[in-house]
């Protein structure tokens, strides 16, 4: 795709994006069921390919911090009483700061190490909401959590919501694209590809990879906070496993290791679900199997499904063809990645 | 101090489930380095057709016996038709058998519903026993658990110890192209590795089923449970399970008892101090967790 083209596709998105509340029919439905939840959903499972495609570790445990962040804006708001200003910026720096420290310990280990680790700690968090009952009132959870006012406007209803949380996502999503520009990001792909020559260059490993986990963690906390409003509520089965997973399949299905592709996975994701219900009770078999295909068939989803159909398309029309670009395997753990270093054919 | 001799026993029987639990998790990963994220579900698995074979045939020891076949050959089929071309890629089996796990927990529930189950206990064990020197009286079954579990143990070691099988296994643990190499059918060996792997799990879901309700969720838990002790002893280290099992247990108990708001949590912090101290587990290897 020329340059000119992208940019014209870019501007189509963001219009279409903006516009996208105003021609839908049953914005309950479309809106809210879909778009919101896409939106907090996207984020979160940006946060799981952020870590795995620049860092090369795949995280079972961002629920964890969205759960912290959602039980703390819960537990301070509505059980404490405090403002909204106060109860999100104090749920935020705690979910970091339980970020950064589940990180001392969690990137240490790769590999299936780590998948294994955050995904004890995710499930730490989950038993513990059922024992830690003065600040998550166990089984029942806190509820109502009402949406804050923000400049006279209640982000209760639909549109300002999803405007809201819309901007949100495209600061994020710009923020963190940056970040794996920096040379901190840079760094971060070479300690995925090659940790021991990182750290023969001298670059501090651990830190760097601390700092990505406690970002992640920080945009995972983002992202409980909203859905904490989406929810109205929060109650110990959305930090469950089967939520978890669900967060990893969303990464899976948009093509983990691509930022963007986070949100198309929950767009896929969100339909494919909200769909499934209505025809049938065993929606999770469906998606489990849906999950299972695509990591047999083809483990960089939908983005990795779109390029290579984008390069046979390409390769037909004489003189468009525009070098490939190396596809990220995030999964296949023996293929060679060529992010930072230019391949040469 | 019986009721500290209680909780004991409790935590052991725990711990003796816990090891029932990973030693099959521990002998996959020890010889092929693929871990079996659906190892809960496959616990519940066994543990809901205990229930279903000791309702048909009234006999216990069948549900088990059925139970941890059946729940092997699940096991076996899902390995050799799923996971044994990406057996290289420790990472995407992981991933495929969480995916496993969803849908077989969905299914579970459409078959057996949302409700609570117990596999009904022999009745020869379902008797209070009380135990000679500390006079402590405990659930004879519980005991029977704690039995059975140092039982599969033995049975283990001298499986991998003192057999052919064993000699093989522990020489692909070590060098599995050389083993291979040697003439051996190393893909038959894990095959069947996989089929005994799963069928602890199977096994433990009937013992396990009888002592603790089965419900949806027990999976997780179970699964939780088997990393925590997975990680603690040392990642295809049995002994190193048998260990941390019986350390998991104890502590677990121990805190529902005396500071329950923070058992999860204090189990936990176990794993932790075990990482920080014994980054490899507690008889695991050191090369392997990088």
């Known amino acids: 795709m020329s340059r000119r083209w992208r940019a014209i596709a ?7 994006l903006l516009v996208y509340p105003y021609v839908v029919p049953q914005p309950g439905f479309w809106v ?3 778009g919101l939840r896409a939106l907090w959903l996207g984020l979160v499972a940006m946060s799981v390919s952020f870590l795995a495609g620049y860092v090369g570790l795949v995280s079972l445990g961002q629920l964890t911090f969205w759960g912290i962040a959602g039980y703390a804006v819960g537990y301070l708001a509505v059980l404490q009483g405090y403002s909204y200003g106060v109860a999100i910026l104090a749920a935020l720096v705690i979910a970091v700061v339980a970020a950064f420290l589940v990180g001392l310990i969690a990137v240490r280990v790769q590999g299936i190490f780590f998948v294994m680790l955050t995904l004890a700690i995710s499930q730490v968090l989950y038993f513990s909401t059922f024992q830690l009952t003065d600040v998550t009132r166990g089984f029942t959870g806190i509820a109502p959590i009402r949406a804050p006012d923000v400049m006279g406007v209640s982000l209760n209803a639909a549109r300002p919501m999803y405007y809201t949380v819309l901007f949100l996502c495209i600061i994020i999503f710009l923020g963190l694209r940056y970040l794996t520009r920096t040379p901190f990001g840079i760094a971060l792909q070479g300690i995925r590809d090659n940790p021991e020559r990182m750290k023969a260059l001298g670059y501090p490993v651990y830190r ?59 767009v896929a994701f969100s339909i494919l679900q909200m769909f499934a219900q209505l025809f049938t009770d065993r929606y999770n078999t469906l998606i489990g199997l849906v999950f299972v295909a695509i990591l047999l068939f083809w483990p960089s989803g939908l983005v990795g499904l779109f390029q290579e159909v984008r390069d046979r398309v390409a390769r037909l029309i004489p003189g468009t063809a525009e070098p490939q670009r190396t596809r990220k395997a995030v999964l296949e753990e023996a293929a060679p990645q060529h992010d930072v270093v230019q391949q040469r054919d | 101090m019986r009721q500290v001799l209680t909780t004991a026993l409790n935590g052991l029987t725990l711990g003796a489930l816990y090891f029932l639990v990973t030693s099959g998790l521990t002998l996959i990963f020890g010889l092929m380095r693929v871990i079996n994220l659906a190892h809960g579900t496959l616990y519940l698995l066994g543990g809901y057709l ?77 008797t209070a026993l009380t135990l000679p020197v500390v006079e402590v009286t405990y659930p004879g079954y519980r005991l029977f658990v704690l039995f059975s579990a140092i039982a599969v143990g033995l049975g283990l070691w001298l499986l991998l110890n003192k057999t052919r099988f064993g000699m093989v296994v522990r020489a692909g643990v070590d060098n599995r192209d050389m083993v291979s190499a040697m003439g051996i059918n190393v893909n038959l060996v894990f095959v069947a590795m996989f089929f005994l792997g799963t069928a602890l799990a199977g096994l433990a879901g009937v013992l396990g089923g009888s002592t603790f309700t089965l419900s949806p969720g027990v999976d997780n838990e179970f699964l ?13 280290s049995v002994a190193g399970a048998a260990i941390a099992s019986v350390l998991v247990g104890l502590v677990f108990n121990f805190a529902i008892g005396y500071a329950a708001p923070l058992a999860t949590i204090l189990v936990f912090l176990l794993l932790i101090v075990v990482l920080v101290l014994r980054p490899e587990g507690l008889l695991g290897r050191r090369e392997r967790m990088a």
């Open chain 1, 10 to 16: 870019l501007v189509a998105l963001l219009l279409g």
């Open chain 1, 32 to 34: 809210v069921g879909i």
């Open chain 1, 208 to 266: 760097y990879t601390l700092g990505a986990f406690t970002i992640a963690g920080a945009v995972a906390a983002l992202s409980g906070v909203v859905a904490v409003f989406y929810h109205g509520q929060i109650v110990p089965d959305a930090v469950g496993l089967v939520r978890s997973i669900d967060v990893l399949v969303v990464a899976i299905i948009g093509g983990i290791g691509y930022l963007y592709g986070a949100f198309i996975g929950a």
């Open chain 2, 50 to 126: 205990g229930f279903s074979i000791v309702g048909r045939t009234g006999s216990w020891a069948f549900g088990a016996l059925g139970a941890a076949l059946a729940v092997g050959a699940v096991g076996a089929l899902v390995y050799s038709g799923m996971l044994r071309r990406f057996q290289h890629e420790e990472l995407r089996v992981a991933l495929i058998t969480i995916g496993l796990s969803v849908v077989g927990a969905d299914l579970m529930r459409a078959v057996y519903g949302s409700g609570n189950y117990r596999v009904p206990a022999p009745d020869q064990l379902r």
């Open chain 2, 224 to 236: 939780l449970f088997s990393l925590v002790v997975l990680i603690i002893g040392g990642m295809g």
